[in-house]
């Protein structure tokens, strides 16, 4: 009728407010093959005068027809979204998500069906719930629906975080169609969600640290740095002087310039450098246990240091989640500071961007100077001790903590915890036959670990 | 003999009770019985002399006997070579009654001509009479075996449509078979969507994840969607047709005496019970004499057609209900007691059903109401305002040629802002035709003229002025098969 209507017509094409398109049809019980036929026969029965055929073709074409219209329109005006109790939590914890339908249109919505990409790690309680998925970490939370006109359906689903990680959530993929089933339409509905589980925080006594002062009696001997924000006087400029740090009130007032002099910065800074290697070679592969192991360690130093009112910061030598290069959270005593922690953390993945050793002397001139290194590692090379005895020599404060097995070589004026993991490394069968199940990845580290084998 | 084999297939799970599958089972069984009928009627000389409805019953109860005979012997668990004497020795008994009653031997051979009464027959096949019957029979078995052993999907469910019109295409060729297919088309759509809906609901339920109830409420209404759907479709067919409205009252008239004698059929023990409540009351309130001197119309009275004029079906139904109380007269009270039982026991179980599934389900559902309301003052709003549109534009420009320009006009440049929002370019709300022009040139780089054309034209006709000649109008149109070309070709 719009067709009769301009200014209808004009607002219909303007309205930016419709929610879901009518989606493509994806099945059809009754094809345009049947249609065709149906009138063919229709024709064929008029000039037969087959009434008979007539009415049973025309009765096809009406039921075709109103099926066709109903389904073209039974996805318009569907909302779909998700509402998650908390977006950030800690592994082991159950938050309630509530699914919202809603049915925006008076005609009724005989059957829907929700297919949402649903990650394992952090799925319904009820773990059946997740239908297969060809991804192996994903599953399919499927749902089926009936709605009247203007009704909204909430369903309650309890999810436990089960591992540290950024998830997405999503899409999810609707169809619905005609209530009879001749035709069904398909689309995507609802937004992306990401959730975080955050790595585990532990009590530094629980990781076997002393908690006063696990990083050495003095933190930071000297404060070369000023603090713009704290002016603790006035005195005459000198042409060395900066010409930004000029007081111009006390210039005006006096006559002759001055410059402001500031406190020296009173914030501790510590940076967490991680690594993400969790073996000396990397055709070993990569050890589940110690990236985590890792990961928890640092989160908690980080609490740990935020509770102390230190300026903490992260640096590591791995990338995150769907990320390519190294990530560096620099030292801040900002209230979010712990958060944005623990969220960078939580994406770590297990790639390794470059080795430790030369990460962290690529990485030192950008730290504050004064700041305390805590090196977390899972092995102590010679690179790697070569590189912490470089760091000392220039004056860096350097703190180790190795995670791994072995007790690492002391290094003079480095603090050093050894945290040894509990659980052992796994094992490549360099006997055992490729198959089906492995990845690209897997053949080329077992093939690279039978030829260091034989070497 | 394989189907006879498969009558007992483990992948079947006939572990729990689900009333919508029997639903499905019994559903798909009528709808295949729809056009299966019509066969009988064209290929047996008594079939075709019949009452449509009577064979329809016909079919319908051999095929859902057949159904239920499979269904009983395997949820039994007997052994299986004698589930298939059992069913073999049922089918065969079919065939015997089949022909020692309802179609028995003719003392002529059966002649088969194709193609409809008024041109002449070009061909001819002459059978023994018992080959058809034993076919018909055993075909109307075989489904029978063929449904109970299946699990119903909606693939199969429409399956069973698609091969009905199949059939009824051939049928409807045969002068025997169009007699019947009228008053099968009716339920057999009705069936078949219903059936095809439930398929539906079961596989969603099986098919993993949450699912909703897709209970009784759900049920009813799809029905009443099937039956709305099979009534609008059945007019308009009987229209396109041309069927005379004697053709059409044949059809209808015994699908309305059956819902009649069906809701007569559930009533009736209320009625009686509502009459016996009364009667009580009145005579405990006026004493034994005024209740004598009362006479209280029984319910045989009430339903008697008396003066009124009915149809003949409709007072033949009438007849059999009023014949069966009158003579089950005595059994009054018991069945209204067992009504008034069945009812409430219906009621607890539902709400004991609803607040377990509620529980299980773990669902809320809420009505919008204010948006329920907006969406109908919208509603009425839009037609009232397409109403309006429409009166404008034929006051503005008539009923002849102007009106088509203008809404050809409006087509296209309606067509055009689509594509130039599907490339990234929607008109804002408040821009004019004008401002919009230079998005539609980057949207359509290669057809700057066509974009100018288009929007010229547009803004003429909204001030009443539409293109005068033939030519002008085609060149809009041009223009507009010029802008999708280019977009094709940009989109390459």
Known sequence: MALFDFEEAERELLDSKRRVTRGDTVGTLMDHRWVGMGMLLFVIGALMRNTTLMAMTGFMLVVVLISWAWSRRALQSIVYRREFQHKRVFPGEKIDLQIIVENRKLLPLGWMRVEDEWPKLFGPEDEARLNESPAADLGFLSNTYTLRWYQRVRRHIPLVAHHRGIYQIGPAFALSGDPFNLFERGHDVGKLDHLIVYPEVKPLEELGLPYKDPLGDKLVRQQLFEDPNRIAGVREHQPEDDLRHVHWTATARTGELQTKVYEPTRSVNVVFCLNVSTFESHWHGFWPEMLEYLVSTTASLAYWGASQNYAVGVVANGTLVHADQPFRVLPSSDRNQLTRILETLAGVSYIVTTDFSTFMLDESPGLPWGATMVLITAFVDDALQGTILRLRESGRRVVLVALGKEVPPAIPGVLMHHLPIDSEPPSIDLEAEDNDDMTARDRFLRERARRESAR | ?492
């Open chain 2, 1 to 492: 003999m394989n189907l006879i084999l498969k009558l007992h297939d483990p992948s079947i799970p006939y572990g729990r009770f689900d009333w919508r599958r029997e639903a499905t089972h019994l559903l798909i069984a009528l709808t295949e019985s729809m056009w299966i009928a019509p066969v009988f009627a064209v290929a047996l000389d008594g079939a075709s002399t019949m009452a449509p409805y009577s064979l329809l019953a016909y079919v319908v109860g051999n095929l859902v006997l057949a159904m239920w005979l499979v269904r009983a012997l395997d949820s039994r668990g007997l052994w299986q070579n004698l589930r298939q004497i059992v069913f073999l020795a049922a089918m065969l008994l079919a065939v015997l009654l089949a022909v020692g009653t309802l179609f028995p031997p003719l003392d002529r051979p059966l002649v088969y001509q194709t193609i409809s009464d008024n041109i002449d027959p070009i061909q001819t096949l002459t059978l023994p009479h018992i080959l058809p019957v034993l076919m018909l029979v055993s075909l109307v078995w075989w489904r029978g075996l063929r449904l109970a052993i299946t699990t119903p999907t909606p693939f199969r469910a429409s399956f069973g449509m698609r091969l009905g019109i199949v059939f009824f295409v051939g049928a409807a060729l045969f002068p025997d078979g169009q007699r019947v297919i009228l008053s099968a088309l009716p339920p057999f759509f009705f069936f078949g969507l219903l059936g095809t809906s439930l398929a539906r609901a079961i596989a969603l339920r099986e098919g993993g994840g949450q699912s909703t109830l897709f209970g009784s409420r759900w049920t009813g209404f799809m029905a009443l969607a099937a039956g709305s759907i099979t009534f609008i479709g059945f007019g308009i067919a009987a229209v396109l047709a041309g069927l005379d409205p004697e053709a059409i009252t044949q059809v209808l008239q015994p699908i309305f005496a059956a819902l009649l004698l069906g809701f007569a059929f559930i009533m009736s023990p209320l009625f009686f019970l509502i009459e016996a409540v009364v009667k009580l009351i009145i005579s405990a309130l006026a004493g034994d004499m005024a209740a004598e001197q009362i006479d209280l119309p029984t319910f045989s009275e009430m339903i008697q057609p008396g003066d009124q004029p009915q149809t003949a079906g409709l007072e033949q139904a009438l007849r059999q209900v009023q014949h069966f109380f009158d003579q089950f007269g005595g059994l009054q009270f018991c069945l209204s007691v067992f009504a008034v039982l069945a009812v409430v026991a219906i009621i607890l179980l539902t709400l004991s059903r609803r607040q377990r599934s509620s529980q299980v389900l773990n669902e809320v559902r809420e009505d919008l109401d204010s948006d329920a309301l907006a969406g109908l003052r919208d509603l009425f709003k839009r037609g009232l305002d397409a109403v309006n549109g429409a009166v404008n534009a034929v006051g503005q420009f008539g009923f002849g040629r102007d009106l088509f320009a203008a809404l050809t006009v409006r087509r296209a440049y309606a067509q055009m802002a689509a594509m130039a929002s599907k490339r990234g370019f929607p008109r804002a709300v408040s821009e004019t035709p004008y401002e919009y022009r230079s998005a539609l040139h980057e949207a359509f780089p290669t057809a700057d003229d066509d974009v100018a054309l288009i929007t010229e034209a547009f803004v003429k006709v909204r001030y009443g002025e539409v293109p005068e000649t033939a030519e002008a109008l085609q060149a809009v149109v041009d223009a507009l098969n010029g802008i999708k070309s280019a977009g094709q070709v940009r989109g390459a």
